[in-house]
């Protein structure tokens, strides 16, 4: 049993920022190469941005490159998404999803997701 845990969402005004955390855990200790997607209303989930296993690579989607930073925490499998000049369009409930063996990108998804947290932004 994997458990994922999402946490930081909330309301900023556009231009604001946010962190987000996520923390994965499990029976054994692995480790999970963890990737952010979103989905706002009405719209499909999509990629926002992923990580490798060590924190060597890290992947983005065009809409977010240059606003958004994905790291891995001092904590085994804590990641952040550090996510500045947000803006209205960013607006979605962001979902953290964790693997062992898959890399997250836009095309592939690991086994194991949160709950999501909600960010607002507003214009």
């Known amino acids: 049993q994997v458990q994922v845990v999402e946490s930081g969402g909330g309301l900023v005004q556009a231009g604001g920022s946010l962190r987000l955390s996520c923390s994965a855990s499990?029976?054994?200790?692995?480790?999970?190469?963890i990737g952010w997607f979103r989905q706002a209303p009405g719209k499909e989930r999509e990629f926002v941005a992923s990580?490798?296993?060590?924190?060597?690579?890290?992947s983005y989607a065009d809409s977010v490159k240059g606003r958004f930073t994905i790291s891995r925490g001092n904590a085994k499998n804590t990641v952040y998404l550090e996510m500045n000049n947000l803006k209205p369009e960013d607006t979605a409930v962001y979902y953290c999803n964790a693997d062992p063996v898959i890399f997250p990108t836009e095309t592939e998804t690991g086994d194991y997701w949160g709950q999501g947290t909600q960010v607002t932004v507003s214009s």
């Open positions: 990580i490798t296993w060590t924190g060597g690579s890290t």
């Open positions: 499990g029976s054994t200790p692995t480790t999970y190469a």
